[in-house]
C-alpha cells in the first residue's frame, strides 16, 4: 500500500522557518508532480508550490519568494522551505502527488505561526 507521510509542521513566530518534509513509501511505480497545498480554517485548500518530476516549480503568489520546493527523487521525498513566515500562512499543510498514476494525498501537518 502506497502512502505520504508529512512531517514537520509546528509552532513558529511570524518572521521564522519551518522545514516540510513529505515522504513516499511503499510499492511505487510512478512519481510524477508532487506539491504542497494548504487549508486555514473556513477556506478553501489552496496549492502552495509543486514541482514536476523533472523539476519545474511553480508557486503560489503569497508565498512565492518566501517559499521553496524541492524534491529528492531518489527519497521519494518532496520538501517545503518555508521563510519570513506570517500569521496568515497558518493552515493544515497537505503533500499532493501523482502517485503510481493516482491523486494521492497526506494525512495534513499542523503550521502555526504566531504574531
Known amino acids: 500500500q502506497v502512502r505520504l507521510v508529512e512531517s514537520g509542521g509546528g509552532l513558529v513566530q511570524s518572521g521564522g522557518s519551518l522545514r516540510l518534509s513529505c515522504a513516499a513509501s511503499g510499492t511505487i511505480f510512478s512519481l510524477n508532480t508532487m506539491g504542497w497545498y494548504r487549508q486555514a480554517p473556513g477556506k478553501q485548500r489552496e496549492l502552495v508550490a509543486d514541482?514536476?518530476?523533472?523539476?519545474?516549480?511553480d508557486y503560489a503568489d503569497s508565498v512565492r519568494g518566501r517559499f521553496t520546493i524541492s524534491r529528492d527523487n531518489a527519497k521519494f521525498t518532496v520538501y517545503l522551505q518555508m521563510n519570513s513566515l506570517k500569521p496568515e500562512d497558518t493552515a493544515v499543510y497537505y503533500c499532493?502527488?501523482?502517485?503510481?498514476?493516482?491523486?494521492?494525498w497526506g494525512q495534513g501537518t499542523q503550521v502555526t505561526v504566531s504574531s
Open positions: 514541482i514536476t518530476g523533472g523539476g519545474v516549480t
Open positions: 499532493n502527488a501523482d502517485l503510481n498514476f493516482r491523486d494521492s
